[in-house]
């Protein structure tokens, strides 16, 4: 593995790169970007209101975490990343149940959000736990590193969707997986429609491994794999946003159907 074990507050909080969290509107659509070469996401982006998406003890009396974790399948020793970790309801449970001999980075493009995070993680002697500030089109994770990625209640936050997940994608480690929970609604409504989701993810190489209703957590829950080798972004072509989205898998040879 390429993380580095975690120091006490102060070097818990690793800033990478600056990022000022502001909110984006629901109903604004991302615009293309000159500089990037990936294609704008043809969907609006809502808005994050809150560190939380409900408290944590109405979260475990359903079983949500567990119920989660179970069926992504980590267990003791893996190595787990939680993008958009907020105020940590995921990111606890899982130091809990990779153990000692596992790792948890948890990550958020929102600093006071981090900076309250590695609080927690100090106060509740997480020593297998570090946190992360990243960009909202980059995670900023170190490759080869991750057994299970986790994206809960966040992904309709995504601004730039077809970038964020390309440059996740090197720090999947062999058989790694991105898990997504999300509600069953319009993004500008905190939720990706499922036809959505697989689409915006099969652009940029993912396969759909298993997508089942997640009613604890509010919506569904999918798994995806990287398979295949990763487009370059200019063969990268948008999904239409709506329930009939397509899924546009790249030829060898970059080109789309």
Known sequence: MTLARPLLLGATLLLLAACDGSPRGPGNVTQDSSTTGFPAA????????????????????????????????????????DIGAGEGYYTIRLGQRVGAKGRVVAEDIVPDYISQLATRVVREKLDNVSVRLGLPADPRLPE??????????????????????????????????????????????????????????????????????MPSAGGYMAVFEARGARPEPEAIRACKSGAHAKAVTPKPNGAHE
């Open 144 to 213: 080869n590193s991750f057994d299970r990625v986790l994206m809960v209640h966040m992904y309709h936050e995504i601004e730039s969707p077809y970038e964020f997940l390309w440059r996740l994608r090197p720090s999947l480690a062999p058989g790694g997986q991105v898990v997504v929970v999300d509600a069953d609604r319009q993004t500008e409504n905190h939720g990706t429609p499922p036809s959505l989701l697989k689409c915006e993810f099969a652009a940029v190489g993912y396969a759909q491994v298993s997508m089942r209703p």
């Open 42 to 81: 043809d969907r609006p982006v809502a808005t994050i209101v809150s560190s939380r998406w409900s408290n944590e003890e109405e979260r475990d009396r359903l079983n949500e975490a567990g119920t989660v974790m179970n069926l992504a399948g980590i267990k003791p020793g893996m190595t787990v990343a």
